[in-house]
C-alpha cells in the first residue's frame, strides 16, 4: 500500500468545493439556523464522553458531504491505514509513524512493554520514596529537562492533570537561556532532587547545555558516583547518554518512529509518570487510544477529528482564514494551546508538496489561543468585530473536579454565551452606533467533555493528532518531518562562534553583524 500523493486542488470534490463556495459564501449562519430549527441537533456528534457541536459553522447542508468527496478522493481512508499499519509514511526521514501503537495495550511491540513495566516501577519507587538519593533520603523533586516534544507534552500534561497529582514537585527547564535554568534550581535540594533529562536525539544544544549545567551544579556537593541516583534519560542515542555519564539501567528508550512532538505517549512521558502515577499515564494512553479506534473506525461523517479537520480546510482553502483559535475553558489546560502550536505548526508548516512541488494553495494553519474566561478579556474582542474571519475551537467540561457549582455554572455560561455571541452578534436587534454592532456570523466548534480525566485528555490530545494528520494527508504534505528547523540550528553554530571570538568575518549580512557586534 503507498501513501497517495493526491494533488486537492486537481480533484473533481475541489472543483465542487469552490463552486458551492461561491453559492454559499454570503449566507449568514443566523439565517441558517432561522431556517432549520432543528440544525443545532443535527450537527451534534456524541462519541464516548464527547458532544462536539459543529452547527455554528459557515456550511449548509451540502457542504460537509462535499468535503467528506474531497477526502476521499485523496485517499484518506488508505492514508489513515498506511499509518495504523506502520508504513514508512514520513517517506523525507524513511520512517514509519507509530505513536499509535505506544497506546494500544492489545498489541503492544515487545520493546513499549518493556519499557512501560519499566516506567511503572521506576515511578513507584519514586513516588513511595524506595529510589534514594545518595544520601538516603526520598526524591521529593523532578526536574524534566528538554525541549520542543521532549518538554512541550510532559509540561502541558503535568499542569493539566495537576487534580490528580501526589506529592512530588515537577518542573520543567526547557531554554538555553541560563537563567530559566537558575531559577529553576532555585530552592532544590540536591539530596532529594532527581533529574530527568529527555532529548530523543541527545543532540539538542539546548538540553544538552542545560543537563551540563545541573549535572556541575549537582557535583559541587555531590560525587561522580551519586550522578546514578539522580539522573535518568529518555533518548534513542543510548551512546550518546552513556558517554554524557549516565547509567546503562537508567535510560528509558525511545525509538525512531516516534515523533517528538508526538512522544508524549513514550517515556518521554516519565514525568507524568512520576506526577500523577504510573496508572494514572495508562489512563491517558487508554483515552488516546480509544479516539485512535474512533478515527481509525468511524465514517468520515461521524468521525469528530475528520470533520474538525474538514471544517478547518474549509476556513483556510476557501475562506481564506489565516489562523485558528482554541480556548479551553478549564485553567487546567493553560498551557494546551503551546502544545498544540508545535503539533499542528511543526507538522503542517510545509510549502513542498508529496510529489515534491511546491504548493500553489494554503497549507498549515497558524493556531493560537488562552483560557476561557481569560481570553474573553483579552483578544476576544478582535474575534467579534475585527477584520479577521478567525474559526475558534470553544473546550468545556461539563463538570469541575471540585465541584464548586457557583463557577462551574458561571464557567459554562460565559463558554456558551461567546459563542452565542459569535454567531448571533447583533443581528436583528437595534443598535443606537456603529460601534456597537457584531456582525455575528464567527464560525465556532464547541466540544463539551463530561469531565477532565486522564483518559479523556488523552482522548483530546488525539483528537488533535488526527486532525492535523488528516489536513497533511489532504494538503499532500509531508507532517511527520521537519526540516525547517534544522536551518536555524546549523547556523546558531556559527552565530556562536563568531559571539565567542567576536569575530565576524564568516558572518554573511551587515544586519547580523552589527547585532554581533553590539551584543559583545
Ligand atoms: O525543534 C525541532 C525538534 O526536533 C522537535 O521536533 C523536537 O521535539 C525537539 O527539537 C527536541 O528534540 P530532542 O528530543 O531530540 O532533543
Redesign the pocket.
Known sequence: MSFPKTDPTQTKAWKNLSDHFEVVKNVKMQELFAQDLERGKEMGLTWDDFYLDYSKNRISKETLPLLVDLANEVHLKKAIEAQFQGEIINETEGRAVGHTSLRNFDQLPSEVKATLEKMKSFSSDVIHGTWKGYTGKAITHVVNV???????GPDMVCEALAYYRNHLEVRFVSNVDGDHVMESLKGLDRETTLFVI???????Q??LTNAQTIREWFLKNASEKDVAQHFVAV???LQAVTDFGMAPENIFPMWDWV???F?LWSA?GLSISLSVGYDHFEQLLEGAHAMDIHFRKSEFSQNIPVILALLSIWYNNFYGAESECIVPYSQYLNKLVAYLQ?GIM?SNGKSVDRNGHTVHYQTGTIVWGSTGTNAQHAFFQLIHQGTKLIPTDFIAFRESLYGNLDHQNKLLANCVAQTEALLQGTYSTSVDNNFKVFEGNKPTNTLLIKKLTPYSLGSLIAMYEHKLFVQGVIWNIYSYD?WG??LG?KLAKGTLSAIESNDISNVSNSSTQELIKKMN
Open positions: 528538554g525541549i520542543g516534544g521532549s518538554d512541550l529527555v532529548s530523543k536525539t541527545f543532540t539538542t539546548e538540553t533518548s534513542t542515542n515523533g517528538g512532538r512522544s518521554v508545535q511543526e521537519q528547523v534544522e540550528k
